[in-house]
């Protein structure tokens, strides 16, 4: 009895892993310190740079499984340390940078920055998500992660047969970018070596430009499940997006307490628009009010009249639904460059830092325009690419608030 208790709950637990593979978690168990190991040098091999080997992904939306004997090398400039990266590492040559989904935690003494990487790419899959190009493995299409291009390398003795650590060297710096070579990329698109790149960003103020899709000149950018585990994540009755404003989020991201506490208390309800008291955005709202009609033409067709009664209990448990299944949450704070170009700085829920506050002179008195003061940032430099165009956005490696990844000028 004892034995079929524990294999219980040892498949309870895996399920509880693999439904939650694509979302970021926390580092549970401090990494090991370095081991005297072999250190490989498998220059021979090498039989394309990183930018060559990305150009193989030539069609959006068509991920390629590599069937030949190819072979890069690339210096990692990630860590995991933070939790701010989770489960992927980055690597970089002399030509790009790429993102390895390597389905592991707490990997920053086994894989230290600097670090060459030797990876065999052959029966591995070079995937997008969100403009970021990945390298994993080919994803179950019918699994619950099938709306994913790549899944993560997390099985160890395939990332043993994939991955073979090379020699140490020096850790790369953070190199400086302007805005000009900001906007130039965005241009460039998913190919160009910039994204992924360890950069500084200075003169950046917390603010927005006001467009088609943003009526405030200060917001976040993030969304929330209904399920998290559903099947179809993207679905508009599953997946709310929260992205004209603040709603007085003023933290680098949000734990799962936190998140709960929001939804309870009404926070993500609306954000009122400064100066226009008349418009205000309800995401939360809009999307249980979506799920409403979903289930009102469900009845219909099955010739059932529901009543306001049953339209207030639908929306109330619907409610206590997306409260229930509540997460950490991962949060794009929305900065301009001298005032100009758009960039991101994206933090998870799961991060170390994730609930420390954002300086209040940074982020400026409420109500105001662009009047909190600039900064410099630094941290890897990715691509997004939601409906409302190509985003530059900056993850930081370090926490900002012990280190100098962020600077108040």
């Known amino acids: 009895m004892k034995k079929s208790i524990l294999i219980i709950a ?43 080997f990305k150009a193989l992904y030539v069609r959006d939306k068509e991920p390629v ?8 090398k690339g210096q990692v400039i990630s ?42 790419c052959k029966s591995l899959t070079l995937g997008e998500y969100e403009g970021t190009l990945q390298l994993g493995l080919a994803t179950d299409e019918s699994g619950p992660n099938a709306q994913y291009e790549v899944s993560y390398i997390d099985v160890q003795s395939i990332i043993e047969a994939h991955i073979f650590k090379g020699p140490r060297s020096e850790v790369i710096p953070a190199i400086e970018v302007t805005e000009a070579q900001i906007k130039a990329a965005l241009k460039a698109g998913k ?19 006001r467009d088609f899709y943003t009526h405030v000149d200060k917001k976040v950018f993030f969304f929330i499940y209904v399920d998290p585990n559903a099947k179809d994540k993207k679905a508009g009755t599953n997946r709310f997006f929260f992205s004209d404003g603040t709603y007085s989020i003023d933290t680098w991201a949000i734990n799962k307490e936190k998140m709960v506490s929001m ?8 954000d009122w628009i400064e100066g226009n008291p008349d418009r205000y955005d309800d995401p939360l709202g809009e999307g249980i009010a979506l799920n409403l009609r979903a289930y009102e033409q469900d009845m219909k067709d099955e010739g059932i009249t529901i009543t306001d009664e049953d339209r207030e209990e639908f929306c109330r448990k619907k409610r206590e639904e997306i409260i229930q299944n509540a997460t ?34 940074v982020l400026g008195q409420p109500g105001a325009k662009l009047d909190g003061k600039k900064i410099t940032v630094r941290g890897l430099l990715g691509l997004y690419t939601p409906s409302s165009g190509p985003t530059a956005q900056i993850t930081f490696i370090e926490d900002p608030t012990e280190t100098d990844a962020m600077v108040i000028q």
């Open 191 to 209: 190919q160009d070596p910039l994204w992924g790149k360890y950069v500084i960003v200075k003169d950046l103020q917390y603010g927005c430009k």
């Open 65 to 72: 499984t590599i069937d030949e004997e190819i072979w890069i």
């Open 79 to 120: 860590s995991d340390r933070t939790g701010n990266v989770y489960r992927e590492i980055f690597i970089q040559d002399e030509s790009g940078v790429l993102d390895v989904k390597v389905g592991r935690s707490a990997m920053y003494a086994d894989y230290l920055p600097g670090q060459w990487l030797y990876i065999y």
């Open 328 to 361: 950490a949450q991962s949060i794009s704070h929305y900065f301009l460059i001298n005032g100009g170009q758009e960039i991101a700085v994206r933090s998870s829920g799961y991060g170390k830092f994730a609930d420390k506050k954002i300086p209040a002179e």
């Open 10 to 52: 040892a498949l309870a637990a895996l399920c509880s892993c693999q439904a939650l593979k694509e979302e970021w978690q926390p580092v549970f168990s401090p990494a090991k310190e370095p081991a005297e190991e072999e250190l490989l040098n498998l220059d021979d091999k090498v039989t394309h740079t990183i930018a060559e």
């Open 263 to 270: 939804l309870k208390a009404g926070q993500l309800d609306k």
